[in-house]
């Protein structure tokens, strides 16, 4: 797949993010732990960009930064060309309806207490939009049935709930949609599945798409661009074919060397 060439929507720039561990002397301040050093990106209007990593390697703390849910010690975020870096909650009202986030676990990330059609609906009922037919439609548009709107999550799957999930983030028609490691709390036979409907509804309704993994094989079928990350550092980026091809850096030969590959899922 070619590298996208549309309008920037996400542009960070030199973001570092410094946590300190608790002090454990009365004359020391605690240790310094750098997660983020000096990270630059743009995911471009309608591209799949992906970012890939193992635990540790900082694509957690860079995800929580680009959906203002922590704040960078240092460096700018820019969303379609505001700068949303520092901003108090009640002023990304636009940012809570534009981008919207598929997390790993859609059994944590879902109330056990409430019914889907509560769930889907609830983006909808925050934001102050009306809800209509709003989550039929969601449901029919990830494969599931309108009788699952009258259920709990513990009723279904666990791709089943990841479609709830899904169905879900796409309620306020965001703009950008992320996924947070979306597949790797799944089956094996499940995977496919949802990367595939993931890929189908960022086609069909044009979103951008943030995919985080630490799985290259993951990353290679949903995304045209890849960010590969190491130690808080983007250590290489590019086309993701060629990216897997020939890969440039040592660590991104290792992860390619290291993880199952995904084929075939079509």
Sequence with gaps: MPTHAGTPLIEASGLT??????RTSLTRPGEAVHALRGVSLTVRKGERYGI??????????????????DRPTAGSIRFDG????????????????????VFQDPMSSLDPRMRVRDLVAEPLVALGEPVGDRVTELLDAVGLPASAAG???????????????IARALAPRPEVLVADE??????????????????????ELGLTLVFVSHDLSVVRHVCET????????????????DVWAEPRHAYTRTLLRAVPTLEGFR
């Design 82 to 101: 505001r700068e949303i870096a520092g901003l108090p909650e009640r002023r990304l009202r636009f940012l809570r309806q534009s981008l919207q986030i």
């Design 226 to 241: 890849v960010a590969v990350m190491n130690d808080g550092e983007i250590v290489e980026t590019g086309a993701v074919d």
């Design 182 to 203: 979306p597949v790797s709390a799944l089956d094996v036979s499940v995977r496919g599945q949802i990367l595939n409907l993931l890929a189908d509804l960022v086609d």
């Design 52 to 69: 890939v990593g193992e635990s540790g390697s900082g694509k957690s703390t860079l995800l929580r930064l680009l959906c203002a849910l």
């Design 151 to 165: 259920r709990y999550p513990h009723q279904f799957s666990g791709g089943q709930r990841q479609r709830i999930a």
């Design 17 to 22: 993010r410094v946590y300190h561990r608790p």
